[in-house]
């Protein structure tokens, strides 16, 4: 009988993730060029909502409020359905039970993301943002996980704390991910972010 086991608890770090899944990062520059900031054009009404949208963050951030539950309703949800993932084709779900079957090592791994997932090849993963002391790159191991585990490939991915936005990748047992978009930064690196998700649904998942 194969042993279950928790996603959560058991690919809580890199480590974890290259000897129990044999996953890998990849040293290729050319793996991962999607999320190199694609040449799209954002209108100014675009440009003006995502502003809003970043001193909304400033406004839990200073107050100390930012936890996975704020980040998701008044950040990541308002920016999917102004992007329009709401829509048919796409569709965001939350709480989708996840199982990943580790044949050599007799091993099945199970899970529940509090997440959004698309397609299930874009999946969307927010993490406990306690007074934004949460590094957004903890949950990578667990988002890249719960990658491996998509019926497509490759499979792209975003984690974030609020603070940080990280894009991942996977594809044929081998992953990477981008630089953290900081939105502490001095320029709106949401206006990236938003590039970076529309590039992949125009790309990767348009019909």
């Given at each position: 009988?194969?042993?279950?086991?928790?996603?959560?608890?058991?690919?809580?770090?890199?480590?974890?993730?290259?000897?129990?899944?044999?996953?890998?990062?990849?040293?290729?520059?050319?793996?991962?060029?999607?999320?190199?900031?694609?040449?799209?054009?954002?209108?100014?009404?675009?440009?003006?909502?995502?502003?809003?949208?970043?001193?909304?963050?400033?406004?839990?951030?200073?107050?100390?409020?930012?936890?996975?539950?704020?980040?998701?309703?008044?950040?990541?949800?308002?920016?999917?359905?102004?992007?329009?993932?709401h829509e048919p084709p796409f569709f965001v779900q939350?709480?989708?039970?996840?199982?990943?079957?580790?044949?050599?090592?007799?091993?099945?791994?199970?899970?529940?993301?509090?997440?959004?997932?698309?397609?299930?090849?874009?999946?969307?993963?927010?993490?406990?943002?306690?007074?934004?002391?949460?590094?957004?790159?903890?949950?990578?191991?667990?988002?890249?996980?719960?990658?491996?585990?998509?019926?497509?490939?490759?499979?792209?991915?975003?984690?974030?704390?609020?603070?940080?936005?990280?894009?991942?990748?996977?594809?044929?047992?081998?992953?990477?991910?981008?630089?953290?978009?900081?939105?502490?930064?001095?320029?709106?690196?949401?206006?990236?972010?938003?590039?970076?998700?529309?590039?992949?649904?125009?790309?990767?998942?348009?019909?």
């Amino acid at each position: 009988m194969s042993s279950q086991l928790a996603i959560e608890q058991t690919i809580s770090s890199f480590q974890a993730l290259h000897e129990r899944l044999n996953l890998c990062r990849t040293s290729e520059a050319s793996f991962f060029p999607e999320w190199l900031t694609p040449t799209i054009e954002l209108v100014e009404n675009d440009k003006a909502f995502l502003d809003h949208l970043r001193q909304r963050y400033y406004n839990y951030y200073n107050a100390g409020l930012l936890t996975e539950g704020t980040v998701l309703l008044s950040i990541v949800a308002p920016l999917l359905e102004r992007l329009g993932f709401h829509e048919p084709p796409f569709f965001v779900q939350s709480e989708i039970p996840i199982s990943l079957e580790v044949t050599e090592r007799n091993e099945i791994y199970r899970g529940r993301m509090d997440v959004l997932v698309i397609r299930e090849s874009l999946w969307v993963l927010t993490v406990e943002a306690k007074r934004s002391k949460f590094a957004a790159d903890l949950a990578l191991p667990q988002c890249l996980a719960y990658m491996s585990a998509a019926p497509q490939q490759p499979s792209f991915g975003m984690v974030t704390n609020g603070s940080d936005f990280i894009f991942c990748k996977v594809a044929d047992g081998m992953y990477d991910f981008s630089d953290p978009l900081s939105l502490l930064s001095r320029q709106n690196r949401l206006y990236e972010v938003a590039m970076i998700l529309t590039g992949l649904k125009e790309g990767r998942f348009s019909s």
